[in-house]
């Protein structure tokens, strides 16, 4: 059986099943999609919404802070911090 399958990736260009196998799973991208798959399935299960969802909202939450603090500086104001408990 393992002569046959070698046969068959042979004519793919591959030298053996072995080979093979390690063209189609790749550690470093393995290292990389584990981990966001499994915070992604965890966002998914608590918040019931997909991570680049979450993730697009921390990033405005994050702007808005940011342009809150320079819009203060700007006006010279000082930072209040009940206002930021709305924002968050």
């Known amino acids: 059986m393992k002569k046959v399958c070698n046969y068959i990736v042979s004519n793919f260009g591959f ?3 072995t ?3 390690g ?5 470093n991208a ?3 999609s584990i981990p966001v798959a499994g915070v992604s399935s965890v966002i998914e299960t608590i918040f019931g ?3 680049l969802t979450v993730l697009a ?11 809150g603090l320079v819009a203060s500086k700007v ?3 000082p930072i209040v911090s009940h206002k930021f408990g709305r924002l968050v």
Request: glycine share 4%.
């Open 57 to 67: 909202f921390v990033v405005l939450v994050l702007l808005e802070l940011v342009t």
């Open 30 to 32: 393995m290292l990389l």
């Open 75 to 77: 006006r010279k104001e």
């Open 49 to 51: 919404l997909q991570g």
């Open 23 to 27: 063209s189609l799973v790749h550690k």
């Open 15 to 17: 030298e053996d099943v």
């Open 19 to 21: 080979d093979f196998m």
